[in-house]
């Protein structure tokens, strides 16, 4: 059976390397400062101090790199630990490193001396461990098939599980974050938020379908940032029934897979396999734009992380350090045309559960009513009866009350309607 942990490693290595985009080596309000070789592929940073941590992996081993950045000009290795498994997430607290290593489980790293490290505790999961994150006492692994595992690491030498939330169904869990008594961990089908104050009795709060690939997710104040193809900002400001408010795509023309997450302020920063480091003005979480983007020679962008005005960002085979400082001052790029006709896009996510995203187009103002109607032409919901201005609008439909199965979102002002269909399931 295919770890899930090797799932972007062994999918990539089974197809031709794609041509990278025409922006291939571009940059927009980002400048890379310095970089550094990595010898083996990288999965994975984690930032403490002047040293990168980078969980790596490929063919012939896998383990962790320090790289040191005092001189951000010059970054060196300065230190390696090699591991069974597959490294895929590392997170760093106090004087360890972390590491999620597939069928390995959580391995612990003594990083007190960055030259020397020294694997000092273990403990298997009966998964396939993919991320990492340490809060406290306790380790929180996405465990593939085998859900979020709960670890306590109060004595590093000797972690010892202590619960655990199981995968539903074909469903692995990929990475996680926790903010207070919570976990919030990124599935494939959508993002779960579990509740952790008691962690040996993990109890599943609320969750958000957003179809696709779920891969990461930072968390700020009443927002979660979860990325798959693309990214979403969701509202987790009612943690049992989370809802996304927007969607935001690089739309570059290639296939777009979106990995690595950070938020900072108002900013967040994705790391996209084809696309490079994306740098994301959130001060509207309804309305997302990029302000900065550095799209390298190297494919297979998979993490960053941020510190300031500086990001670092591991790719295929390069740790890069980037000065993002221009980017952070971008002015809101409003649009000064508006839409030149009525239009209707079609609901994203499509099929979903329990949430879509609905948005539209009016070139002035206008009464605007938006309906959704059951396969029979019943209607089943109002979403919008307004007076509303010229521009693009989104309104969210909440499926949680009716049953699985085809419905119709209808856009209509008095000189024009549009329909599409979205499917619901559960």
């Known amino acids: 059976m295919i770890k899930i942990c090797l799932y972007r490693f062994l999918l990539i290595s089974l197809l031709v390397f794609p041509i990278l985009p025409a922006n291939a080596q571009d940059s927009l309000n980002v400048r890379r400062i310095g970089f550094c070789s990595i010898p083996r592929r990288g999965e994975s940073v984690a930032v403490s101090g002047n040293n990168a941590y980078i969980a790596f992996f490929g063919m012939d ?43 390995s489980g959580l391995r612990i790293v003594n990083i007190s001396n960055p030259t020397n490290l020294q694997t000092v505790g273990r403990c298997v999961t009966p998964g396939s461990a993919c991320g990492i994150v340490v809060s406290g006492n306790y ?20 972690p010892q599980p202590v619960g655990f939330f199981p995968a539903p169904g074909n469903d692995p869990a990929r990475g996680v974050t926790v903010s207070g008594n919570y976990a919030y961990v990124a599935f494939r089908s959508g993002l779960r938020i579990i509740n952790i104050a008691n962690p040996t009795s993990p109890q599943l709060m609320g969750f958000c379908r957003t179809g696709g690939e779920g891969m990461r997710v930072a968390v700020s104040g009443n927002y979660a940032y979860f990325t798959n193809e693309g990214m979403f900002v969701i509202d987790i400001s009612n943690r049992a029934n989370p809802q996304p408010v927007s969607h935001f795509s690089v739309e570059s023309g290639v296939e777009e897979h979106a990995f690595g997450v950070v938020v900072a302020g108002s900013f967040v920063f994705t790391a996209h396999y084809n696309d490079g480091l994306r740098v994301i003005n959130v001060s509207n979480p309804a309305r997302p734009f990029g302000v900065g983007y550095y799209c390298g020679r190297e494919p297979m962008t998979v ?16 740790f890069d350090v980037l000065d993002c400082s221009q980017s952070l001052s971008v002015s809101d790029p409003a649009p000064t045309t508006l839409p030149t006709h009525f239009s209707l896009s079609s609901p994203y996510p499509n099929p979903f559960n329990a949430s879509t995203l609905i948005r539209f187009e009016l070139p002035q103002r206008n009464f605007v009513k938006v309906q959704v109607f059951d396969a029979v032409g019943r209607e089943v919901t109002t979403l919008a009866e307004e007076n509303m201005n010229a521009g693009t609008h989104q309104v969210t439909w909440n499926g949680a009350k009716v049953g699985s199965g085809e419905y119709f979102v209808r856009m209509s002002v008095p000189q024009f309607s549009e329909t599409k269909k979205v499917v619901l399931v559960k």
């Open 61 to 103: 081993g896998t383990g962790i790199r320090v790289v040191n950045f005092s001189n951000p000009t010059n970054p060196q290795q300065v230190g390696s630990c090699n591991l069974p498994g597959q490294a895929s997430g590392v997170d760093v607290s106090g004087n360890y490193a972390y590491v999620a290593a597939g069928d």
């Open 139 to 158: 380790a929180y692994v996405a465990d593939g098939e085998a859900g979020l595992r709960i670890i306590n690491v109060s004595n590093p030498a000797i």
């Open 303 to 318: 993490d960053v992380k941020v510190v300031g005005n500086v990001a670092y960002l591991v790719n295929d085979s390069t």
